[in-house]
Each structure stands twice: as structure tokens, then as C-alpha cells.
């Protein structure tokens, strides 16, 4: 019965994920079917349109599966890559690749800026949060990584600010926004593949987060090291979140929204529950992305705009619901 | 078998156990008493192997603890912390499978025997009936049983329980207590247990230790151990034992 479970929650989703897949490919400033004939449509269609749309999708994956991920190591369901910092120290560390022209040389620098920027936020939450025996205050480690979104985002500004250049600061809005607008074949494949092999290895820690949802010290009994575990995956989420960020910029709420809904749905089992996040958050963005580009057409609205709208309502209703429960952080 | 060999363990930079000396033998079940911060909790987490000791060694049948991984380590001996919670609503019957971790490498199935030694944890616990509710929604007499059923799951050879009737009421402190006395002689078990309810502790266990500022200060048959000058000497307080062997206070001493 759990079999069937498993297959029909990720069936359906896959089936959603095409469908929405083939309408962001059809919607747009031109509309275009995906068997239209005229060349110039076709040079659309490949050039911008489709790349556009599945690194719509891989963002999407990568952060709610991120989310998943993070919610199950921190035992919290309110976690997710933004909430601790991540993002913004990777928006941070991005932005000041561009600023100090780093990108011109090589376009890898950017993500490497995201990926360092990203690793410095998730080590000071981790230093700050950290008490007695190795484990980790969730009051401290929330806090922390509010602060740190504060600051991260104040040098962003700072970067934006003393950026002036026009060129400049036009991309580093984009970082800020956050908007799928750049994708370029290059970068669904660099995501694609990031997020296969990381994906990979988060699956095979699955059961490690089922068990650690008990806490650490049973996980601990049940022959799992949580310190290693904890490191382990804090590598992978923030690998995975400073090359989505590296893309596509800020776009909050994803890694929030996604594992949480499914969670209700398909139960907290994390072997199918990280699966269907990743599915789950290729819709999401990938329907916010249409949005985006119809909304105001000809003109586009930066995603991020959208993913909060939706987010942050929703993240205060959770917040409610937990106070009315007598639950705490 | 379970030996400790002047385990010497601390934090803070403070000394917890203080040279230790303590051996379990097979099959019994051995209980734990004595004041708060005695050590009760912190000698549990030393055997179960979360503590190492600064010095002295801990041995399980013949073999040092930390020779063990942490996998080997969950096949021989499973643990039960005094308060578990469960961050995620998961069925009682996922919670119980977490049991065969330790039997598995990361990327194998259950097997059919997994789910068959499963099912006989959640059949010893009576746990079977509500094996796909979620642990939310179960009291917390119910919760202590597929704590239980979680152990069993593991095959272990001795089970640690630091104090196993916490929050429970009467009934319930009876029926796990018997439940564990059950199970000790149907799967056996040597059973470790700390408690707080000396009065259980004389009748449930067949030795136990009286721990005092983490040294041992008697060891042996429960009533043996829990006389009244041994009683006064730990917890400082003044005891009368009545016929039938329950002990009442009298006064602080």
C-alpha cells in the first residue's frame, strides 16, 4: 500500500511538471506551441523560451528540496535555505564576484562567490547556535539567521550602492529581485547536473532524517553520528542553494512552502517526502515564472515579487497556527 | 556482560562519575537509583556509548566500547532516552522501522525478516492494534510502549532505559515495568534502568546500584541496597522500612 503511495504521488506530480512545463513554453510576450513551424519562433522557443522555463523548474527542485532537507536536520518545519542565512550570504557572496569585476575572467566565479558566501552564513548560525554537547539551540539558530539575512543584505545594498555603474548595478538587481530572465543553456545544465548528484546523496540520507527526527541522541542510538550527518548535509544543502541563487538570484519561500504543504499530504517520511519536494518546487516556480511573464506582457515582473506574495502570507498563517497550538520554534 | 572500569567522566569541568566501577551481568535487569545529579543519567549515556570516559574503560562482553562503531554498536545495545519527542508526525509502524537501521546498509530495502521482526516488536508491545496511527495521537502510555517496540526492533542484547516510568500514572508505571520484566525473559534482554520511585526499584529490579555523587556507595539485591543508612547517606533523608517492604521518609536528615 506504501508502494502505491509512493507511485501515485510522484505520477501525478510528474504529470503536473509537464503540464506546467508546456505551459511556461506556450505563454509569453509571442505565444508559441511547442510544434510551431516558423524559424524565427523556433529561435525563441530554443534560445530563450525553454531554457528559460526548465531552469524555472531546476530552481525550483533544487530549493524545495533544499527546504526539505533543512527542515528535517533542524527538526523545524519553518526552516528553509533563506530563513538561515544561506541565500542571502550566497546573494552576498555573488554580488561581490560582480562588483569586483572577478566575472569577466570566468563566469564559474560567480557561483563559487555564491557557494563561499553561503558557507560563511550557515558557519556563523552554526557558531552562534551551537550549545553543551554539540547541539543546537533552535530559538538561536532562527534568530541568527535573521540577522544574518539583515546583514548579508545590507552589503548586497552597499554592493549595489557603491556598484554605480550602470551595467553593473542593473545585474546585481537581478540578484536581488531574483529573475530567470538570464537563463542560458549553460546554466540549466550546470543546476541539472548539480542538482542530480546532490539530489542523489541527499535521497541516501533520507532515512538518516527520518531518524533524526526523534532528536539526536535517539538518532545516536540508532547508530547514526548526527554531528557528521549534520555537516554532511549543511555541505550539500548550501552547495545546492548557492548554485540555484547563482542563476536565478533571490527567490524566496520556495524551500518554505513546498516540503511543508507536502508534507500534509504524503506524510513526513522524508524518502518520498524529498522526491515529491523537488517536483513539487519545479511546478511552483515554474507556474510563478508564466505568471511573471504575463502578468504585465510585454513587461516582466521579477519572480521573487511573486514567490513572496505567496510566501509570506503563508508563513504568517504557519506561524499562527503553530501559536494557536501552544507549539514553540 | 557489561563492565565499567573506573570511569572517570565529566563536563563543564566538572567530574560526573567519579572512578566508577560497576559490572551487569547478562540477563538481569540492573537498576540505577539514587539523588538527582548523581550520575544516573550520565553513566546510562556512558554505556549506551554517547559519553566517552576521560579515563577508565567500558566494556561489552570483552570488548571495548570504542572499538565499536556507532552500527555495530546499535545491533548490541539499544537506548531510550528519558523524554523523546518526535519533531514530525510520523505512524507508529515508520518509527518502529527506524529500529532496523542498524541492519541495513543506506541504500537497502527492508526485507521481508525487517518487516517480519517489525511486526513482532509492535505484537510484544501491543503496539500492533494502532501500528498506523500517527505517534501524536497517541497518549503517552501508549508512546512508551513503541518507544519500547523501537528498541525491540533493533535486536539488541541489552536495552538501557533512563527512567522508563517518568510522566506515567500508576497503572501505567505497573503495566511498562511488567512489560520490561517480560520482555527481558521472552527476548533475552539484560536490562539497564535508571529510576527515581525507590519503592518500584525494590520491587522490580534484581540488582541495582545506589549511586551518590558519581561514585557507587552499595550494589546488590534491592533490599540489600535500599536500607535505611544507605538511603540516609545518599539523598540525605531519613527512612522507615514497613513491613512489606515499602519505605516511607520520616524527615531531612
Not at chain 1, 516540503?259 to 517526502?273: A, E, F, M, W, Y
Not at chain 2, 554498536?73 to 542498524?102: H, K, M, N, W, Y
Amino acid at each position: 500500500m506504501k508502494r502505491w503511495k509512493s507511485v501515485l504521488a510522484l505520477g501525478v506530480l510528474s504529470l503536473l511538471l509537464a503540464g506546467a512545463i508546456a505551459l511556461g513554453i506556450a505563454v509569453g510576450a509571442v505565444p508559441i506551441s511547442p510544434f510551431d513551424a516558423d524559424p524565427r519562433h523556433r529561435l525563441i522557443l530554443e534560445q530563450i523560451r525553454l531554457p528559460r522555463v526548465l531552469l524555472a523548474a531546476l530552481v525550483g527542485g533544487a530549493l524545495a528540496l533544499c527546504g526539505a532537507v533543512m527542515q528535517g536536520l533542524f527538526r523545524n518545519p519553518l526552516a528553509d535555505p533563506y530563513l538561515l542565512g544561506i541565500a542571502s550570504g550566497a546573494t552576498a557572496g555573488a554580488a561581490l564576484t560582480i562588483a569586483l569585476h572577478l566575472d569577466i575572467y570566468y563566469w564559474g566565479v560567480v557561483p563559487v562567490g555564491a557557494f563561499l558566501g553561503g558557507v560563511l552564513a550557515v558557519a556563523i548560525v552554526y557558531r552562534v547556535a551551537q550549545t553543551r554537547w554539540a547541539r543546537l539551540d533552535n530559538y538561536a539558530l532562527i534568530l541568527s539567521g535573521v540577522a544574518l539575512a539583515a546583514l548579508f543584505s545590507a552589503v548586497t545594498s552597499f554592493l549595489l550602492f557603491y556598484a554605480g555603474a550602470a551595467h553593473d548595478a542593473r545585474r546585481l538587481i537581478f540578484w536581488i529581485l531574483g529573475g530567470l530572465g538570464g537563463a542560458q543553456w549553460f546554466y540549466v545544465v550546470g543546476l541539472l547536473g548539480t542538482l542530480l548528484v546532490v539530489g542523489a546523496a541527499l535521497l541516501l540520507f533520507a532515512r538518516d532524517l527520518n531518524a533524526l527526527a526523534l532528536g539526536e541522541e535517539m538518532a545516536a542510538h540508532l547508530g547514526i553520528e548526527p554531528r557528521h550527518l549534520r555537516k554532511v548535509l549543511l555541505f550539500a544543502v548550501t552547495l545546492l542553494t548557492a548554485v540555484a541563487v547563482a542563476v536565478s538570484g533571490t527567490i524566496g519561500f520556495v524551500g518554505l512552502i513546498v516540503p511543508h504543504v507536502l508534507r500534509l499530504i504524503v506524510g513526513p517520511d522524508h524518502r518520498l517526502l524529498l522526491p515529491v519536494s523537488a517536483l513539487g518546487g519545479a511546478v511552483l516556480l515554474t507556474l510563478c515564472d508564466a505568471v511573471a511573464r504575463t502578468v504585465l506582457a510585454p513587461a516582466e515582473l521579477p519572480i521573487g515579487i511573486i514567490t513572496a506574495l505567496l510566501g509570506a502570507p503563508f508563513f504568517l498563517f504557519l506561524l499562527r497556527r503553530r501559536a494557536q497550538l501552544g507549539a514553540t520554534l | 556482560m557489561i563492565r565499567l572500569e573506573r570511569v572517570r567522566l565529566g563536563y563543564d569541568g566538572r567530574l560526573v562519575l567519579r572512578d566508577l566501577d560497576l559490572e551487569i551481568a547478562p540477563g538481569e535487569i540492573f537498576g540505577l537509583v539514587g539523588p538527582n545529579g548523581s550520575g544516573k543519567t550520565t553513566l546510562l549515556r556512558a554505556i549506551s556509548g554517547r559519553l566517552s570516559p576521560h579515563a577508565g574503560a567500558i566494556y561489552l562482553d570483552l570488548r571495548r566500547l570504542s572499538e565499536l562503531s556507532p552500527q555495530e554498536l546499535a545491533r548490541e545495545l539499544a537506548a531510550l532516552e528519558q523524554e523523546i519527542s518526535c519533531s514530525f508526525d510520523f505512524t507508529v509502524r515508520e518509527i518502529v522501522e527506524l529500529g532496523r537501521l542498524p541492519h541495513r546498509a543506506r541504500w537497502q530495502r527492508l526485507s521481508a525478516q525487517d518487516h517480519r521482526r517489525v511486526t513482532r516488536a509492535l505484537s510484544l508491545t501491543d503496539t500492533l492494534a494502532f501500528a498506523d496511527r500517527t505517534i501524536h495521537s497517541l497518549s503517552s502510555g501508549e508512546r512508551q510502549r513503541v518507544w519500547l517496540a523501537l528498541a525491540l526492533a533493533q535486536e539488541p542484547k541489552v536495552l538501557l532505559l533512563d527512567e522508563p516510568t517518568a510522566h506515567l500514572d500508576l497503572r501505567y508505571q505497573f503495566e511498562i515495568l511488567g512489560l520490561i520484566r517480560h520482555l527481558a525473559v521472552t527476548e533475552d534482554l539484560t536490562v539497564v534502568l535508571s529510576l527515581h520511585d525507590l519503592n518500584l526499584a525494590l520491587r522490580f529490579v534484581d540488582r541495582l546500584a545506589l549511586l551518590s555523587e558519581g561514585r557507587v556507595i552499595a550494589c546488590g539485591a534491592p533490599e540489600t541496597v535500599l536500607v535505611p543508612h544507605t538511603i540516609e547517606r545518599a539523598y540525605r533523608v531519613r527512612v522507615r522500612r514497613l513491613e512489606g517492604d515499602w519505605l516511607i521518609p520520616e524527615g531531612v536528615a
